[in-house]
């Protein structure tokens, strides 16, 4: 009598000569399915209980195979076949008396195994000994992995503490370190820190009867069978199958074949994974598992994910952590005072350290990330309050001056200073008069009044015989600030009051005239220098530099702006910023400066109208510029790159600009700006602009910072989502400088939806302050980081939108400055050691 398999097979064969229409058999294959089953059923009753299982698995893929496809059928008639084969290899091996090996057929019977899984994981009696490996490990290799630490090494590693190289871990060896390096890893204190990356939950224990399709669920079972074939491609696939009792799943791992030596028959294991689904039944495609018998590390746990380089996978990282953290993280001092840790309501951090590694539930993990993210912040802060202490400790001068010709000054002004303006000079002037130095920093959006206010600043310390330096980080910049400041002196001379002496300092000074400069500034005959980086050049001597004003002071280094304050003793220091800062991020990113707002526009200043365009209305931008410049005003065209990219769909400003000279403006002057230009050649395009001589000018983002031509009333910003909302308003702020209404045009090809966001934002907001605080929602705060330049510490976890935590580690470091400032109490050497430890050495004030 012809196997219920054989008999299957024929009627297969035919099915797919047929081209898999369904019509071999009559009523279909569904209803044939159910015929056969039955009679392969009783014919096997009582039989080998592995034919069983194929043909539960076979009757289950042909009751797929009336709903399917036909290309899904002709897959399902391969798989189909392949386990007819083994189906009747077994059977052949029953039939001659040999030993029969294992079929591995496709679950979906429900045999009870053998015993009853275990309700739950087993409690460990100890953590593992070593990270498990990820290959099979050679003899020698085990041989070498199970020695205990020598009493030697142990006391070694005892005594450099968290400083030991990671190296000295018993069995990880060189190699593995130097693969740890890649990731910053070099001692056991960076190990506890290297931070898992994101958590997967594999808590939902289930049923494999209840299983779906997409689920991340953990299974305990038992393992019926497992063995191993090789793919046409050279790839080793390792096949289990596992059950609860309520059903069988099947397993699949991929060139892992040390499986076979771990995994065996009748074992019962914990299985974790995302539930995929192949020809309509669910699987586990390269799930995590542990033995169900020892504590649960991958599976059936929120398991931490961890970053990984070459060679290190995400098993060993677990174990090697889980042992580094069992151990250590218990013996980590927290540096932290009891009562700030208890008051804000955070864990010890050791109690921190297991948590973020292994956490119990989500709520202990988002308290113990938090503690982390407030060690950042208040580090960060103890850090900036020092600094400043430092500052205000050193001697300084106490300049005093003449108000009643300040108050001349200050009135001979073409227009009157508002009331932000006059808050803001007001505390600068106390600062020169107080004898401590001054290291302020001033916020102020475009158009606000920052360069006034430092003018009447340099002014009074004129009037107290001392010297001032503006430094700003373009020539155009430098150039600008020069023409205004002796317009304001032409003014206070016409009123009778004295006048400094003015200098322009940038590299296209040369020569005679630079020589002169130099000597002026020796020999104290030049009050008041503007300059570029040039104003830093060893051969620059002052006579008596006692205020520096830093203009886009992200725009410099700190070596750069330390220099500056290097020639003269102490100086007074403003630094000035066009990006308006939230408060409690500013307070964060400069606690070592005294803060001061200009929250105020000049009267008479009207907002630039601000409207986004489809790429279809570009004609219609190109228009009304046209009919702005017959009214004669001006307009800026802004490009965000220089040359053509595939990657980024962005018009370079070059072939831009060509472009619109032929095609859209022909009969109008252009001009070209960008950074790839020489300094003179840049100064002479922007001079020629400001003169009103080019009615339109192309340029790159060179023209956010500082440009004034007021004359300009429109600006159209080409690639405008590729611009953040700070850079946005900075462009928006080149126009609108007059009583003319101005007008500022967005266009953006292909939006993202947070790019959408951005832009109805910028219609909609202009105020300075308000875009910051949505660009910081948005963004995060890496542009203001940039703000800060050079010689700020990384920040891991903190999160510097979360102001509430901001303000916490700054209220906490506050009351700790008033404690004990220094951080000289025997009880505060751990944290003083900590906050050198994240600052990496001296703290460079701003």
Not at 194 to 220: C, M, Q, S, W
Not at 361 to 387: N, S, T
Not at 551 to 574: C, I, S, W
Request: charge should be neutral; glycine fraction near 6%; proline fraction near 7%.
């Amino acid at each position: 009598m012809a196997s219920p398999f054989q008999q299957l097979q024929k009627i297969l064969k035919h099915e797919a000569q047929d081209g898999y229409r369904n019509r071999i058999v009559i009523g279909g294959m569904g209803r044939f399915a159910d015929h056969w089953y039955r009679q392969a059923r009783a014919a096997l009753q009582g039989g080998d209980p592995e034919l069983l299982l194929a043909l539960e698995a076979i009757y289950a893929d042909l009751r797929c195979y009336e709903a399917a496809d036909v290309e899904e059928r002709r897959r399902l008639v391969e798989a189909l076949e392949a386990r007819i084969q083994e189906a009747l290899q077994r059977e052949r091996h029953l039939r001659s008396g040999r030993s029969a090996p294992s079929v591995p057929p496709e679950p979906m019977g429900r045999p009870q195994p053998s015993q009853p899984p275990p309700a739950a994981p087993a409690a460990p009696t100890a953590p593992p000994a070593l990270p498990e490996p990820e290959e099979k490990p050679s003899g020698r290799a085990r041989a070498r992995l199970v020695p205990r630490v020598s009493p030697r090494r142990a006391a070694r590693v005892e005594s450099l503490g968290l400083e030991a190289p990671v190296h000295v871990i018993h069995g990880l060896g060189r190699e593995r370190a130097q693969r740890l390096g890649r990731l910053g890893v070099r001692t056991i204190r960076d190990l506890l820190y290297l931070l898992p990356r994101r958590y997967v939950d594999f808590r939902a224990l289930k049923p494999i009867h209840r299983l779906r399709v997409g689920e991340e669920v953990t299974v305990i079972g038992e393992v019926m069978d497992i063995g191993s074939k090789r793919t046409g491609n050279g790839l080793t696939v390792i096949k289990a199958l596992i059950t609860d009792g309520s059903g069988i799943i099947e397993c699949t791992w991929f060139n892992q074949p040390y499986l076979l030596d771990r995994i065996k028959p009748g074992q019962f294991i914990v299985v974790s994974g995302r539930v995929d689904e192949f020809l309509g039944r669910p699987v586990f495609c390269s799930p995590e598992w542990e033995p169900a018998d020892r504590e649960l590390l991958h599976t059936a746990r929120i398991v931490p994910i961890y970053p990984l380089t070459e060679g290190l996978t995400q098993r060993f990282m677990r174990s090697l952590m889980k042992r580094v953290v069992d151990y250590w993280a218990e013996r980590v001092e927290d540096p932290l005072p009891t009562w700030i840790w208890e008051a804000y309501g955070f864990p010890d951090l050791p109690a921190a350290l297991k948590q973020v590694h292994f956490p119990d539930d989500w709520e202990p993990l988002e308290k113990a990330r938090r503690r982390l993210a407030f060690d950042e912040v208040f580090y960060l802060q103890i850090g900036l309050l020092e600094a400043r202490r430092r500052w205000r400790s050193a001697p300084g001068r106490a300049l005093a001056f003449d108000e009643a010709l300040l108050e001349r000054a200050t009135a001979a002004l073409p227009f009157t200073l508002t009331n932000a303006q006059r808050r803001v000079l007001s505390q600068i002037l106390e600062d020169l008069r107080s004898g401590v130095p001054m290291n302020r920093l001033l916020q102020g959006e475009v158009g606000s009044g920052k360069t006034v206010v430092a003018a009447l600043a340099a002014y009074a310390v004129f009037l107290a015989g001392a010297q001032s330096a503006i430094m700003a980080p373009t020539e155009i910049l430098a150039e600008q600030h020069h023409r205004n400041l002796l317009a304001l002196a032409e003014r206070w001379a016409a009123a009778g009051l004295p006048t400094p002496t003015i200098r322009l300092l940038t590299a296209g000074v040369t020569g005679v005239e630079r020589a002169q400069i130099y000597a002026e500034l020796a020999e104290g005959s030049c009050q008041l220098v503007v300059g570029t980086h040039a104003l830093i050049q060893e051969e620059v001597a002052f006579r008596d530099l006692a205020f520096v004003v830093i203009d886009e002071q992200q725009r410099f280094g700190v070596l750069q702006r330390a220099t500056l304050r290097g020639k003269g003793y102490n100086p007074h220091v403003l630094v000035m910023t066009a990006t308006p800062i939230p408060r409690t991020l500013a307070l964060t990113l400069y606690g070592d400066l005294d803060l001061s707002v200009l929250d105020e526009m000049p009267p008479g200043r009207r907002p630039v109208l601000t409207r986004w365009l489809m790429p279809e209305e570009r004609e219609r931008a190109y228009a009304f510029i046209r009919r702005q410049v017959a009214q004669g005003h001006q307009a800026y065209i802004i490009c965000p790159l220089v040359e053509g990219s595939d990657k980024i769909e962005a018009r370079a400003a070059v072939e831009e600009y060509e472009r619109l000279q032929r095609e859209v403006f022909p009969d109008l002057r252009l001009g070209l700006i960008h950074g790839r230009m020489k300094s003179e050649e840049k100064e002479a395009v922007m001079n020629a602009f400001a003169r009103g001589e080019i009615p339109v000018l192309v340029a790159t983002p060179v023209v956010e910072v500082g440009v004034d031509v007021p004359n300009a009333t429109v600006i159209l910003i080409e690639g405008a989502d590729r611009f953040g909302l700070a850079q946005l308003h900075q462009f928006r702020g080149r126009v609108g400088r007059s009583t003319h209404p101005s007008y500022c045009l967005l266009l953006a090809e292909s939006p993202s939806e947070a790019a959408i966001e951005r832009l109805r934002a910028i219609e909609t907001i202009y105020d300075g302050f308000q875009l910051a605080q949505k660009d910081l929602e948005m963004r995060g705060p890496g542009d203001f980081l940039g703000t800060r330049q050079s010689g700020f510490p990384e920040l891991r976890l903190a999160d510097l939108t979360d102001l509430r935590l901001l303000e916490l580690a700054r209220e906490a470091a506050e009351r700790l400055a008033e404690r004990d400032p220094e951080l000289q109490a025997p009880e505060h050497r751990r944290l003083a050691e900590a906050v050198t430890r994240f600052w990496q050495g001296p703290v460079e004030p701003s």
